[in-house]
Nanobody, 126 residues
Framework: VQLQAFGGGLVQARGFLRLSCAASGRTFSSYGMGWFRQAPGKEREFVAAITWSGAMTYYVDSVKGRFSISRDHAKNTVYLQMNSLKPEDTAVYYC????????????????????WGQGTLVTVSS
């Protein structure tokens, strides 16, 4: 399984970016997907996730109302639309695939995800 995240970059505060994560090598549509981020000197943290069907999404409180996760089964891709970006959103963003197929709930623990992309850097300037 390979996950490739891209779409990061430098943006001014209150700007927007859309991250993409392309999956290959596994039945993408059977697995939930998540986005995590790691800021310099901090631990990796959960940002958002979506179930395998796309019916359920969940966000960390700090991004609710600003970020939106979605997926396109035909393109084997999951997206993270990030609006109203803040300097504190600066981090390397990682996409990850759930270890269990057809899970009906969303887990925020890193350990629930067994495949990880390489990360894409998002820098938000003030």
């Amino acid at each position: 399984v390979q996950l490739q995240a891209f779409g990061g970059g430098l943006v001014q505060a209150r700007g927007f970016l859309r991250l993409s994560c392309a999956a290959s090598g596994r039945t993408f549509s059977s697995y939930g997907m998540g986005w995590f981020r790691q800021a310099p000197g901090k631990e990796r943290e959960f940002v958002a996730a979506i179930t395998w069907s796309g019916a359920m999404t969940y966000y960390v409180d700090s991004v609710k109302g600003r970020f939106s996760i979605s997926r396109d089964h035909a393109k084997n891709t999951v997206y993270l639309q990030m609006n109203s970006l803040k300097p504190e959103d600066t981090a390397v963003y990682y996409c990850a695939a759930d270890a269990t197929p057809y899970r009906r709930t969303i887990l925020v623990d890193l350990g629930a995800y067994n495949y990880w992309g390489q990360g894409t850097l998002v820098t938000v300037s003030s």
